[in-house]
């Protein structure tokens, strides 16, 4: 009788410290993203064809590496700084609005996630597997922070 209660004691310890590692691994994957991994929100694809809708369509303005010229630079810490406080959904908002600022909302709704994905590469958010797409960019509360 006590030799086949302490085994089970000892299966439940077991089971104890598995739960106890998976929530530690939970927590740990959480405190990473929290802590500044930025999310992959578009593919390479696009922000390859929003660099050649930028050359053509914004690079007049804001310089062919965003630099800035006649409207500010569109990468760097003077641009998307802790303090402006930016998210994708704002920026995506104004620029499919209000870009380009001779011609506002002249480009197609692909254009304009093309340029939202080129300007997240170009702020050091990484590509990855999933498309950016208008639900996803005019939804989105993630920060834009140069990094
Ligand atoms: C004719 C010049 C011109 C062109 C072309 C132009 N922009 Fe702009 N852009 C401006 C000016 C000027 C501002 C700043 C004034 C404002 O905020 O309304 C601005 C502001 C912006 C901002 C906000 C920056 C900030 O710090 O708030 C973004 C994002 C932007 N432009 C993206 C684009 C994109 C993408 C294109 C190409 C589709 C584009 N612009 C084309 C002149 C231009």
Do not use: W
Not at 13 to 38: D, S
Request: glycine share 10%; aromatic share 6%.
């Amino acid at each position: 009788m006590s030799s086949r209660s302490s085994k089970r004691s000892a299966g439940t310890r077991t089971l104890q410290a598995t739960a106890c590692a998976l929530l530690l691994t939970a927590l740990l994957a959480q405190r990473g993203e929290a802590a500044g991994a930025p999310p992959a929100l578009y593919t390479p694809a696009q922000a390859q064809q929003g660099h050649a809708v930028f050359e053509r369509h914004c690079a007049v303005c804001h310089g062919r590496h965003l630099e800035g010229g006649v409207g500010p630079a569109l990468t760097g810490g003077k641009f998307a700084s802790v303090k402006a406080g930016f998210t994708v959904q704002q920026i995506f908002e104004f620029l499919s609005v209000d870009m380009p600022a001779d011609a506002p909302g002249s480009l197609t709704a692909r254009q304009y996630l093309e340029l939202m994905a080129f300007l997240l590469q170009q702020n050091g958010y990484p590509a990855g597997k999933t498309t950016l797409t208008a639900r996803i960019a005019s939804g989105s509360t993630v920060a834009l922070v140069y990094r």
